[in-house]
């Protein structure tokens, strides 16, 4: 399979689990969509890749760095949860990807 085309499948993956979700969602089913978006798919698609492209290391550091980055992605989420009522949903949104984007930064500054 040439590069181009690997990322192509890549892409068709992805896309595909996120109209899946976005499906459910849309559709008042939003139990269902949160589980097709958090199951392990994209990760362990993405395990599979790195291994096979790249070996153990590699995968290993993929996977310590999903748990260090769990704690922003909590905020993110709660940041949704709480602000969308108050705020609507653009302004929650941009509130909860900008916590995100510090948590994030922090986080590195932290594990470096």
Do not use: Q
């Not at 499906?23 to 589980?35: E, P, Q, R, V």
């Not at 153990?56 to 996977?63: C, E, G, I, K």
């Not at 602000?83 to 994030?104: D, E, H, R, T």
Request: charged share 5%; aromatic share 16%.
């Amino acid at each position: 399979m040439t590069e181009f085309a690997k990322y192509v499948s890549y892409f068709i993956i992805g896309g595909t689990l996120v109209s899946v979700s976005t499906y459910l969602g849309s559709h008042g089913k939003g139990f269902l969509a949160a589980l097709a978006s958090t199951l392990p798919v994209i990760s362990g698609v993405t395990f599979i890749l790195i291994y096979f492209n790249a070996g153990d290391s590699p995968t290993v550091s993929f996977a310590k760095n999903l748990i260090w980055l769990s704690p922003p992605w909590f905020v993110y989420v709660g940041t949704m949860i709480a602000m969308v009522p108050k705020l609507g949903f653009w302004p929650a949104y941009a509130l909860a990807i900008g916590l995100y984007v510090v948590g994030v930064g922090v986080t590195r500054l932290f594990i470096h």
